[in-house]
């Protein structure tokens, strides 16, 4: 099991944008291109749930209240997965984890908080 380290939380208002980031240590020696990467999303008093998914460029997942909002990349080269999140509402306030799909490895978490 490995610790995933995610970055660029904060406060912001509605309507505002924030870009996260997930480094993967190099400690995985796996080809990390073959991961599949996800972001999922916790808030107060609920279950934790994807927000988004990728594998490669073509295959993407997103969950239903960020399409059109957020968008997931990866960079193989660095072993980083991003999410810009644009058009934020007070309802994306949660704390935000990256996760290797299918394995244990998360991150801390990062906290977003959407307020005016």
């Known amino acids: 099991q490995v610790r995933l380290v995610e970055s660029g939380g904060g406060l912001v208002q509605p309507g505002g944008s924030l870009r996260l980031s997930c480094s993967v240590p190099?400690?995985?020696?796996?080809?990390?291109?073959?991961?599949?990467m996800a972001w999922y999303r916790q808030a107060p008093g609920k279950q934790r749930e994807m927000v988004a998914l990728?594998?490669?460029?073509?295959?993407?997942r997103y969950a239903d209240a960020v399409k059109g909002r957020f968008t997931i990349s990866r960079d193989n080269s660095r072993k980083m997965v991003y999410l810009q999140m644009s058009n934020l509402k007070p309802e994306d306030t949660a704390v935000y984890y990256c996760?290797?799909?299918?394995?244990?490895?998360w991150g801390q978490g990062t906290q977003v908080t959407v307020s005016s």
């Open positions: 996760h290797i799909d299918g394995t244990d490895n």
């Open positions: 990728i594998v490669d460029r073509a295959t993407i």
């Open positions: 190099r400690s995985i020696t796996s080809t990390f291109s073959a991961y599949e």
